[in-house]
């Protein structure tokens, strides 16, 4: 006979819930990590860096993206000491949602999605949201890994 020990996953914990300017800590695949969302803007363009390689080298390049109509990129600057812009749009995909509830008092979930369809850098989170979202009483990123959920109140 063989005896498993199983946790349950279908319960969805609250863990913590954090502020802007404040770390969030979190275990991602048996480490631990810690990210701290600074400050944030809505842009109707953004300015992001990617990079180019060839066989023998690497060289960064300036890039620039314009929301379209209807949208805008929500610029969120963060401090992590394993996460680069991808990483964070990645892990961001993966197991985040943002939620918010607008000036009629009407809530929304929107998923993140990278605005630039291409790897970028620095300790930027972009991402395009409706543009209503730039007057919402309220904005938070909520995660969820495996059954614990956390939320980071930007506003």
Do not use: H
């Amino acid at each position: 006979k063989i005896k498993l020990k199983l946790n349950d996953m279908s319960k969805i914990e609250k863990q913590k819930t954090v502020s802007l300017g404040e770390p969030l800590e979190f275990v991602l695949e048996k480490e631990p990590e810690k990210i701290t969302f600074d400050e944030y803007q809505f842009l109707d363009e953004a300015d992001y860096i990617y990079r180019v390689c060839t066989s023998s080298t690497c060289s960064s390049n300036p890039g620039k993206y314009k929301a379209k109509e209807g949208y805008k990129i929500l610029k969120i600057s963060f401090a992590s000491t394993n996460f680069e812009g991808k990483d964070m749009i990645d892990f961001s995909t993966k197991y985040g949602k943002i939620n918010y509830i607008d000036n009629e008092n009407k809530q929304s979930v929107v998923e993140f999605k990278n605005p630039f369809n291409r790897v970028y850098y620095g300790k930027y989170l972009y991402t395009l949201v409706p543009a209503k979202m730039e007057t919402a009483k309220s904005i938070e990123l909520t995660y969820t890994i495996r059954n614990k959920n956390y939320t980071y109140k930007i506003r």
